[in-house]
């Protein structure tokens, strides 16, 4: 079946430092999946941050980016520079266009420091 | 903004006892769906629903039963707790053709201890 890979549990970065969440995905579909970043902040449910539906494309969504690599079937989620206020917990997901299901990644707590 | 709220925010449970879970939306969503979620694992659906009285199996749906009387509410029931139910859950909905293509609105979330 389909997997998504977050190999980091927690991030730790410092206040206007650059970020990297790393994330792979496999999948026994012959169509490529739709791929999504969902941020949960502190007390709040999960939202969209971003999603690429179109291999070799980028999204971003307040500051943040990640470009679908179909050839090393990586979704990264990158910040040039990060503010307290992104402290939360990111998501990466993988959706099936054919189908109606979304599989989570593990999840990756972000910390920054000031 | 589409909301999803979810009650209660938290429950503590006994083995064997009966829980049940709730979630309203006021999206006009087709799609409902509820997921767990375990410290170290991504969430796993465990029903969802793409019309009313009607529901479907997800990937984990062992000790669950789902209910959908109207669009707007899904229920999740746990007729005998157990230990291994201990988890947050979440509900979701979407449009379309479901989350695998749309958007997913999520609820706060369910903090679940069974004791």
């Known amino acids: 079946g389909d997997s998504v890979t977050q190999t980091e549990g927690q991030v730790t970065v410092s206040e206007s430092k650059s970020l990297i969440i790393n994330c792979t995905y496999s999948?026994?579909?012959?169509?490529?999946?739709?791929l999504f970043w969902y941020v949960r902040y502190p007390g709040e449910g999960l939202q969209l941050l971003l999603k690429?539906?179109?291999?070799?494309q980028k999204g971003s969504s307040r500051g943040f980016e990640a470009t679908y690599n179909k050839e090393t079937t990586s979704f990264h989620l990158q910040k040039a520079s990060v503010q307290e206020s992104d402290s939360a917990v990111y998501y990466c997901a993988l959706g099936d266009p054919g189908g109606y299901k979304v599989v989570f990644g593990s999840g990756t707590r972000l910390l920054v420091s000031p | 903004e589409a909301a999803v709220t979810q009650s209660p925010r938290s429950k503590v449970a006994v083995t064997g006892g009966k829980v049940t879970l709730s979630c309203h939306q006021t999206n006009n969503h087709d799609y409902m769906y509820w997921y767990r979620q375990d410290t170290g694992h991504g969430l796993r659906l465990i029903h969802y629903?793409?019309?009313?009285?009607?529901?479907e199996k997800g990937d984990i749906p062992d000790g669950y039963k789902a209910s959908r009387p109207s669009q707007e509410n899904f229920s999740l029931i746990l007729e005998l707790a157990s230990l291994s139910q201990t988890a947050v859950y979440f509900c979701?909905?979407?449009?379309?053709?479901?989350?695998?293509?749309?958007?997913?609105?999520f609820g706060h979330g369910t903090k679940l201890s069974v004791l």
């Open positions: 999948t026994t579909s012959i169509a490529y999946p739709n």
């Open positions: 979701a909905s979407s449009d379309g053709t479901g989350g695998a293509n749309e958007r997913l609105f």
């Open positions: 690429v539906i179109t291999a070799g």
């Open positions: 629903s793409y019309v009313a009285d009607s529901t």
